[in-house]
């Protein structure tokens, strides 16, 4: 980039990529599963704080018009501090109701805020840049950090060489962590030379202390970090279209729904066309892979409550379609025109976390499995062959 476009406004995706992820109070970091990071603005400790409109405008404006670190400081602040989320104070966590004292705005936060978001927005828009000019460059080169120190992992990567659709770049693609300044370049072909072999992951066990999540994290990159932001852009269309969906009024809802589960997408999720390994569902090179998502059904607007949700579709992801692949080998290509009467008529309704409708569809009982997310989606989390006699039995009850 040269010097006198370094404050330019930014290009069209990277506009997009910062735009299109909804805000979304927190009070800690990671109670807001890493993944999701990509796809929402959040702040932690902004929860009960009526700041992260603010936060959000003023990073807008710094991803957007690429306003340096302190203009974007010296406009915030004033606005913190007259809310009152500035420094160390005692404040109720929502989620135990114990008191905590916890760091609010400080000048460090702000600075790893505004590092971040400009730096992912970037990333998102340089993705989208790599795609379009695949076809003549198409290679990736791992290159080396500007930052004057540097971790030895991600020097251990300068000079890996390897195709954009590689799975390596859906969890190295950098950044690669809190600061992290690692580039890549687009190239032809690997230089002489170049390292054209995946470096090893070394998968580490990583706990979110929230929420008691368990995954496995690459060696060398932070949690959180471990995904593309260009291809989390990528699979906010799904998120885009379902907004869309819900918007329509219930009959062309209906109508659209049932034109999207003849469309091939649909196919290529039910048969996992991403050959998505549901035995190594975390295993990090298949980040990304599971994500894919289709609307699948139109949910009833009591269902959508039990749910605690507004949102009225429900989608199903790759992941999804693959576990029921491997554990379900009944639910064949004939039943999906069956789901949409499963969800209209259950039979019978068992309540939980997450919600499972029964009903006996030619004879046979189907039991189907809805969860919501924190975010109020809806997603098809599993469908099998149920005993008829349960089903017998909660008919019976009242279920």
Not at 314 to 343: M, N, Y
């Amino acid at each position: 980039m040269a010097v006198e476009d370094l404050f330019a406004t930014a290009p069209k995706p990277v506009v997009e990529y910062f735009d299109r992820r909804p805000s979304r109070p927190s009070f800690r970091w990671d109670e807001v599963a890493p993944r999701e990071h990509a796809l929402g603005f959040t702040v932690a400790r902004t929860a009960g704080f009526d700041v992260l409109d603010d936060i959000r405008t003023a990073t807008r404006k710094a991803v957007v018009d690429r306003i340096p670190f302190s203009q974007f400081r010296d406009e915030l602040v004033p606005i913190l501090k007259a809310k009152g989320w500035w420094g160390e104070k005692r404040v109720i966590d929502p989620r135990t109701g114990e008191i905590a004292k916890v760091q609010l705005g400080s000048l460090r936060r702000l600075d790893l805020i505004y590092d971040a978001n400009i730096r992912s927005a970037e990333a998102a828009g340089d993705w989208a840049r790599i795609q379009r000019v695949k076809d003549v460059l198409p290679y990736l080169e791992y290159l080396t950090s500007t930052s004057e120190r540097k971790r030895p992992l991600h020097l251990s990567w300068v000079g890996t060489t390897l195709p954009v659709d590689d799975a390596w770049w859906s969890t190295h693609y950098p950044p690669n962590g809190w600061r992290c300044k690692c580039r890549v370049r687009s190239r032809a072909k690997p230089r002489d030379g170049a390292q054209t072999t995946r470096p090893p992951l070394n998968p580490r066990p990583w706990t979110n202390g929230t929420t008691g999540e368990s995954r496995l994290v690459p060696a060398g990159i932070d949690p959180g970090w471990d995904n593309n932001p260009g291809k989390a852009r990528e699979q906010m269309a799904s998120r885009r279209l379902v907004d869309r969906l819900d918007r329509m009024g219930t009959e062309a809802r209906r109508e659209a729904v049932d034109r999207l589960r003849r469309d091939p997408v649909f196919t290529y999720v039910t048969e996992n066309g991403a050959r998505f390994d549901y035995q190594r569902r975390l295993d990090p090179k298949q980040a990304g892979a599971g994500r894919l998502r289709w609307p699948a059904a139109v949910i009833t607007p009591k269902l959508a409550a039990r749910l605690g949700t507004t949102s009225r579709v429900a989608t199903l992801s790759v992941a999804d379609a693959a576990k029921i692949q491997a554990q379900h080998p009944e639910v064949s290509a004939g039943f999906w025109p069956s789901l949409q009467e499963i969800i209209d008529a259950p039979d019978a309704i068992v309540d939980g976390k997450k919600l499972a409708l029964w009903k006996r569809v030619n004879g046979i009982a189907w039991r189907v499995i809805l969860k919501a997310s924190a975010e109020g989606e809806i997603f098809v989390n599993s469908i099998h062959r149920g005993r008829d006699t349960a089903l017998d039995k909660l008919m019976a009850e009242g279920g």
